[in-house]
């Protein structure tokens, strides 16, 4: 047999053989989740120390999140005011946010005393975080930032956040707090906190 007539015989065979099934149908893409927001979340108007004495909208808690990225760990608690604007944060007012993963409990902290001093922490567990960052946020938030890199406990795979809580005081009488959310947040997972 000629070269041309077997390449054209061979031609033949391949375009008659028939198609497996898993080839002709393609198979469909899982959406992605839609953005984890608003894992903690708590009704506005309740931002009341226990004593009664003082109410404030900067100590009322109006949602919180913990967010993942490739390079950091950032937690975000709203407010329903500024926290820094208001008559009564002299006194001592503490802001608190927190989600368990692994078994260990994470917790956002800040707080200010009687002269003004802003006084942070990050603490996984038992392990402070001292390089993590504090900053007052647009919108009446509160913004927690960590880089991987610092966290030794990011470094285990496949993390799921769950369980998180909020809440504030004033001169550490309870103010407002959340419900236990069992809401879940799975490391690096998108969210509507911005984490690089």
């Not at 799921?160 to 809580?165: I, K, L, M, R």
């Amino acid at each position: 047999m000629r070269p041309r007539t077997a390449l054209i015989a061979v031609l033949a065979l391949a375009v008659a053989a028939p198609v497996p099934a898993s080839a002709a149908t393609k198979k469909k893409r899982t959406p992605p989740p839609p953005p984890a927001c608003m894992l903690v979340t708590d009704a506005p108007g309740d931002g009341k120390s226990g004593s009664g004495f003082v109410s404030s909208d900067a100590l009322d808690i109006i949602s919180g999140d913990i967010a993942t990225g490739k390079t950091e760990i950032v937690a975000v608690l709203r407010l329903k005011s500024n926290a820094f604007k208001d008559t009564w944060h002299y006194g001592g007012y503490t802001w608190r946010l927190a989600g368990t993963a692994a078994g260990q409990r994470w917790v956002f902290r800040a707080g200010n005393d009687a002269w003004g001093n802003v006084n942070s922490a990050m603490e996984v567990g038992t392990t402070g975080i001292p390089q993590a960052k504090f900053e007052l946020g647009p919108n009446n938030t509160l913004i927690w930032r960590a880089k991987r890199s610092d966290v030794a406990a990011l470094a285990k795979p496949n993390l799921v956040w769950t369980d998180f809580a909020a809440n504030t005081a004033w001169l550490s009488t309870p103010a407002d707090y959340t419900d236990l959310s069992k809401k879940v947040y799975k490391d690096k997972q998108s969210s509507c906190v911005v984490a690089k």
